[in-house]
């Protein structure tokens, strides 16, 4: 049996692991992942990042009972916080909020394409504004 995303069936879904190969497991897994909410992701995260609640609040400077909060849907991160958060866990933001990794993995950026993204992220506002302008101007030269 081949899943697809299109057409996953509700018994698929509440078969357990052990049932389904580990490619269908795999392509369920991830099909999950996306139809999670910001609550179960956060959890999710900071188990397989093993840190515990105390490591969050600790990390954003908020309380234990936040991040439990958090955590059970209580309530919502404030829109701050989202940053620090996929910081904390290395994924993008989009991921956080809305399970789907918009970062285009399958570009296979260079390293020096990497080296330039983390320059461009640790430059001040004024160099950052520079570098576009510049860019910009090159490409409409093309």
């Known amino acids: 049996m081949t899943l697809s995303m299109q057409n996953i069936s509700h018994e698929l879904i509440i078969k357990s692991s052990q049932t389904l190969a580990s490619s269908e497991y795999e392509n369920w897994r991830i099909w999950q992942e ?3 909410s910001l609550a179960n992701r956060l959890r999710t995260l900071r188990e397989h990042a093993t840190l515990s609640q105390a490591d969050v609040a600790a990390a954003l400077d908020v309380s234990i009972p936040t991040v439990s ?6 309530k919502k991160p404030a829109r701050a916080r989202i940053p620090a958060l996929a910081r904390l866990y290395d994924v993008s933001t989009d991921f956080l909020l809305n399970g789907i990794d ?11 394409e990497k080296s330039l993204i983390l320059l461009y992220r640790e430059a001040d506002p004024q160099v950052k504004i520079s570098v576009l302008t510049l860019l910009r101007a090159a490409s409409d030269k093309r």
């Open 102 to 112: 918009l970062r285009r993995s399958d570009m296979n950026e260079t390293e020096e």
């Open 69 to 74: 909060e958090w955590e059970k849907g209580k």
């Open 34 to 36: 996306g139809h999670m």
